[in-house]
């Protein structure tokens, strides 16, 4: 998943961070390419985080709150922004992947290409 996401950032010319966690919401890899800002680690685990215990994409809590549902801002979760994907596979979340560092939709791209790329690799 690492890899794939990784290749899938260099392709695009971005420069991020990529976390990846376990079911529950526990670190298993980060990575802070060359060039992406520090801070944007933290947010890629905490976006890989939010889609792993909410067990969806973290842009459905942004469309959420974009929308005027402000008080997705107090909740528990921090990563309520599109780049947090779960692997899911025969309805079980197993894995997540998330991306910080670039346009949110990149981000999402570059997660969701790690994801694919387990899921045809399973």
């Known amino acids: 998943m690492m890899e794939a996401s990784i290749e899938k950032a260099e392709k695009s010319g971005l420069a991020v961070a990529i976390a990846v966690m376990d079911d529950g919401g526990h670190p ?7 060039g ?11 976006k890989a985080r939010t889609a ?3 067990r969806r994409e973290t842009k459905l809590f942004e469309a959420e709150i974009n ?3 402000t008080a ?3 909740a528990p979760v921090k990563g ?3 780049g947090g ?9 197993i894995a997540s992947v998330g991306v910080a560092g670039c346009k949110p939709e990149q981000s999402a791209a570059i997660a969701t ?6 899921q045809t690799w399973a």
Do not use: K, N, W
């Open 28 to 34: 298993l890899l980060t990575v802070r390419m060359d």
């Open 52 to 54: 792993a215990i909410a």
């Open 80 to 82: 309520a922004l599109e």
């Open 36 to 46: 992406a800002a520090p801070v944007s680690s933290y947010i890629a685990e905490e």
């Open 85 to 93: 994907v779960p692997l899911i596979v025969e309805g079980q979340v």
């Open 113 to 118: 290409a790690g994801v694919t790329a387990y």
């Open 72 to 74: 997705f801002l107090s």
């Open 67 to 69: 929308s005027g549902r």
